[in-house]
């Protein structure tokens, strides 16, 4: 099993930046495609951006050139740096791993982007 702890979420205002950390409790060698997931009110949960099993990165359309996601293995952390950030970036940030073919998902973190 492994738990995971979302931080770094708040306020900020258009054209902010934030970075989300996502705190494993294991060591993240053995966990598989680390991602970001939001979610906004009335909305699907959408990848935000992922590491995949080869290791590459994927962003969703509407991220790509603002987002970053990276990982940290001596701290089993995997982060989510957000520049330029708009107004319809707001929802609750989800972090997802696999690990040994079980889905774990973090509790989430808001973040409000104001006009």
């Known amino acids: 099993q492994v738990q995971l702890v979302e931080s770094g979420g708040g306020l900020v205002q258009a054209g902010g930046s934030l970075r989300l950390s996502c705190a494993a409790s294991r060591s993240i060698f053995s966990i598989n495609r680390p991602g970001w997931y939001r979610q906004a009110p009335g909305k699907q949960r959408e990848l935000v951006a992922g590491?995949?099993?080869?290791?590459?990165?994927n962003y969703a359309d509407s991220v790509k050139g603002r987002f970053t996601i990276s990982r940290d293995n001596a701290k089993n952390t995997v982060y989510l740096q957000m520049n330029s950030l708009k107004p319809e970036d707001t929802a609750v940030y989800y972090c997802n791993v696999f690990l040994f073919a079980r889905e774990y998902w973090g509790q989430g973190t808001q973040v409000t982007v104001s006009s």
């Open positions: 590491f995949t099993s080869g290791g590459s990165t």
